[in-house]
C-alpha cells in the first residue's frame, strides 16, 4: 500500500539534474524514485502519480535537444500516462523532450507543434546561466497541478540553456496564448520582450507552456535550483530579495523555503497533501 | 649499426622526447633494443608532465602533511577530512593541473579535455565530483596579438561550457587574467574537488587480495581510437609549431556523465559486498600506464591483451593502442569472480555499447605474481619489462641562477580617485568577470550557496543534511610573478587563503599547478625554485585550522613546464594556487555586498608603500615595474584569525579582500555587488587623496560591521582601523572627491564581453 504519492524522475543518459530533482520532491512530501530510461517495466509495475523529466543533455541533445529521447521507449508509457491526466513536468532538457514528445502543446495529436530554439540575444549565442523572474497565467494557475500555490507575484528562479526560446509555427500563433502557463517578466511582475527580462528571445516572453488540460507542464527555469532560501543570491531584488536579505547570518537559512519549492508543493496540494491553511 | 645508433635513429623517426641517455636507461632496463610500445611507454612515463624529473628535488620543499590529510601527493588527487555528519565521515577530494598546450592549439579541445581529465582524477578516488574552477591566463586582448587572444579566450570559454555544463559539475568560478606574456601560451589550469566516505576511498593500484586470489582488468568507457597519441609528450615541449593537433585529445561529456553513472553502480556494489578493488583513469599514457601501474604499485605484474581492447579504428599499430589518450576511459582492477556482474553493468544496465558505438566494458589484462609487464598483440610479444623499473622514476638536478629583476618605480605618482578608480575599472583585469561566469552552468546539483562574483570565495553546501559548507578559490597574479617569483609564489597562496577566509571559512588544504617556460634555463629554473619557496613559505605561515600547529597542507598540484613562444620568450612566473575551506555552519558565510546605511568599514592591515604591479599602475601609469608587497607572515596568519573571529561572532555583516586596486577598489566592487533595489554605496575617511592608502595592494581586508558591534570588540588589534562609513548613495566619496556608480556600472559589467566577444575594440 502506498502511503504517499510516489514522483517518478526519468534518467536518460545524459540527464544531469536528477538527483536533486528527486531529494526536492522528497522534501515536498512526496516519494520519489529515479527510473533509468531502460528500466521500462520497473516504472511501468511502480505505477507512478506523476513524472518529472529532469534537466541535463539527453543523448548529447543530438540532432536537436530533446529529440532522440522523445523516440525512447520509456516515453511512450510517459505519453499515456499524461494523456490518462497524470502529471507531468519537464524542466529544462525535460521541457524540450516534453515539447519533441509533442505532449505540449498538443493541440493536434501526433503533432510537434513547438520547438526550444537557440536563444536569440543581441550580439551572444551559447549558453547563458542567468536568475529571472516568472510570472504564472491566471488560467494555468486554476488548471496546472504544477502551478496552483505559484500566487500572483512574480518569483525568481534561474535558467541555464542554450536552447531555451519557444516557437511556433505561424499557423499556430493565434492559439499560442492557450497554452502560455508562465512568462518572464521583471522583479514587479511586467512583462517586456527586451533582454535580460526575457532572457532568451522567447515567443510573448514564454518561460512555460502547458498541454490544454494543463496537467504536462514543459519549463525551461530550474525550480528544483531555487527550492531553499540559501540557494538564491544575496543581490536578487524585490519581495523574495527581501526575504533573502533578512535571513542573513540567520540559522533558518538553512530550512527556510525559496520561491521553487512552490511547483513541487502545489503539486503536494493537488495530491491533497496539504493542510486547509497551507492551501 | 650498434644499440646507440638505433636508439639515435628511433628517436628521430618516432618523433619521441626521450633523450639518448634515457633511451639507454630503458635499453639497460629491458636488456635489448626497446620495442616501439616501450619506447612510447616510457617516453610518456619519464616526460616531463608525468615524471616531475626536473621538479621533484623542488618540490620536495612543500609542506604535504597535516593531521587532517588522509592521501597527499601522489596518487591521482589529494585527500583530507571533511566532516562528519550523521555518524558518516565525509573527505574532501581534490585535484589541479595544467592543460596550456592543447589549449593554445585547439581552445574548446584543448579546455573541455582539461576538465575531462581532472574530474576523471577525483572520480577515480570513488568521490562524487561537486565542483570544478578554471584559473585562465590570456594575452593582452587589445595588444599587438590581441586579435588572437581574443579568440583563445572565446575558445576556452566556450569549451568549458560545453564540456562542463554537460558533465552536471558546477563551475565554482576560478579567475581569468590578461598579460602580454601570454600572447603566444595561454595557461588553462582546472581543479576539481568532490566528496567521499572516509571509508569508501577507491586507489589507484591493485590490492592486496590479487596476490592471493585472480585479479583481472577491465577497462569501460569509450572505444580507443588514435586520438591524443603522444599527449604527455606534447605538453612537455614547446609550442614551436602547431602542427601536432593530434596530440589533443577529444572529449565525450555526454559519455562521461553516463560513464561515471555506471561506475557509481559498480564501486557501491563493490563496497557492499566489501570486494578489493584498484581503480584509475586513463590519462596521460593511455592503457600502457594505466595497467603498468594500476600492477607496479601493488606489487603486481600484469599480462595485457590488445586484441581484447575495443577499438574504433582497425589497424592500429599496438604502440597506438597502447598509448593513444582517448578520453573518457578508466581501468577497474576486481577478482575475475565478480567480472561478469561487472560487465553486466557497464555494457547491459547502461547500455554503453549502444550510447557510444563500439564503446564498453571488456577484460582486456590478467594479473600476474610473475613481476613483469607483458602485453601481447595479434599473439606477438609486444613489451615486456620488469615492473619495478616502471615506478622506479627519473630525476634530473637542473642548474639554476639567481636572476632579479631591478625595481623601478614611477616618477610621479599623480592622484585622481574618480578617474583612477574609472580606468580601473574598466580595464579588462579590473573588469566584471560576469561575462564569462555567464556561460558558466554553477548551480546543477543544486548544492551552490555563493555564485562566482557574490563573495571572496564561492561557498557550496555539499553533503545532504550537513551544515558544512565548502569555500574554494584560486589565484595567482602574474605582474607580481613578472617582477618578483618568490612572492608570486607565497601572495598566491595568501590570496586565495583571504579569499576563503573571507567568506568566514578555514582553510584546510591547498593544491598548486606551477606554470613555468624551460626549466633546462638556469634562470627559468630559478623562477620555479622561488616560487616553490614563496608557496611552501606562506603554507607554513597559514595553518590556520590547526591553529599554527601544522601547515596549511598541499595535497595534490601539477607542474607545467616549456610554456614559452617559438621565438623562447618565457611566460610570467605563474604559480596558481587553489585553497579549499570549510565552515562549519554555512548560514553564517558572508558575502561580499554591503548592506546597511549607517555601517561602519573597518580596515584591516596597514596600507604600505609597495605599489609594484599594482593595477593602479599598469592602468592609471602605464608602469608595470615597482616593488611588490612583501609577504608577512604573522600579520597576514592574525588578520585572518582576527576575520574569522568576527565572522564566528556573526558580526561581519559584508566582507571583501584587498587585492588588485587597493582599498579603494574593494570598496567599490562591495558597492558594485549591491542590489540593484538596495544600492549602497562608501564614504571614506578625510583625506584620503594618497595612492598608498587607496590603491596599495598590501594584503588585508574590508569588513562591514555596525558601530556598536565594533565598539563591542574588547581587544581591537592593531592592525583594524575605521576606514569608512556605508551610505544608501551609490558612490564612493571622501570629502574632496566622488565617483558615481551609476556611470560606470554598465560599462564595468560589460566590458569583457564587448572586447571579447563582440570584438568592440
Redesign the interface.
Known sequence: MKNRPLVAVL?F?????E??TA??VRESGMDSLIF?W?QWKELSDSAPDAFILP???A??DRVRAGTVAAKEEIMDLVFNQAQSGKPVLGICNGAQILVESGLVPGWENGRIESALAANHIH??S?????WVFLRAKKRALRVSPWLGMIGNSAIPV?I?HAEGRFVFAEEDLHRVSKCAALVYCD?NGVETADYPVNPNGSFMNLAGIMNKEGNVLALMP?P??A?WM??I??????VW?DRR?S????????VEKGPGELFFRSLAGYFGLLSREEV | MDLRDKLKDVIRERGLAMTLQESEKLAGYVGRMPTPLELHLFDTMWSEHCSYKSSKPVLAQLPTQASNVVVGPGEDAGIVRFCTCDGVDWDLVVAHESHNHPSQVLPVEGAATGIGGIVRDVYCMGANVTGSLDLLRFGNPTGVSGERARAICRGVIEGIWKYGNALGVPNLGGDTRFHEGYDDNCLVNVVALGFVRHDRIAHSFVPEEAHTEKYVLILAGKSTDDTGFGGATFASADLSDLTEKGAVQVADPFLKRVLSEANRTVLDMLFEKEIPFGFKDLGAGGIACVTSELAAHGGLGIHVDLDEVLVSIQGLPPEVIACAETQERYGLAIPESIAEEVLEIYNKSFELPRLFPGGGASIIGRFTKDPVYRVIHRGIEVACAPVNCITEGIVYNREWKSSPIPLIEPDSRPVDPPSDLKKMLLSPDGASRSPIWSYYDSEVQGTTHFRPGEADACVTVPIKGCKAGLAVSGDGNPWYGQLEPFLAGAHAVGEAVRNVVATGAVPIAATDCLNYGNPEKPDVFWQFRQGVEGIAHACRNLGLESEGEHPLPIVSGNVSFYNQSSSGGSIPPSPIVAVFGRIDDFTRATDLSLKTPGNIIILIGPREDELGGSLYYRSCLEHSGGKVPLFRGELEYEMARFVLDCAEAGISQSVHDISEGGLALAAVEMALATRKDARRGVILEKGFADPVILYSETPGYLIEMSPEDWEGISAKPDFAAIVGKVTDDFSISSDIWKLELSEVLEEYTTLLDRIIWREEL
Not at chain 1, 13 to 17: F, L, R, V
Not at chain 1, 247 to 254: C, E, F, M, V
Open positions: 534518467q543518459p545524459g540527464s544531469n539534474c538527483y536533486e531529494s526536492v533509468r531502460n534537466g541535463g543533455f543523448f548529447q550580439g551572444r551559447g549558453y547563458l546561466s542567468r534561474p541555464a522583479e530550474h528544483e535550483r527550492f540559501w540557494q543570491p544575496p543581490w536578487v531584488p524585490g530579495g536579505t535571513l542573513n547570518h540567520d540559522p533558518a537559512l538553512a
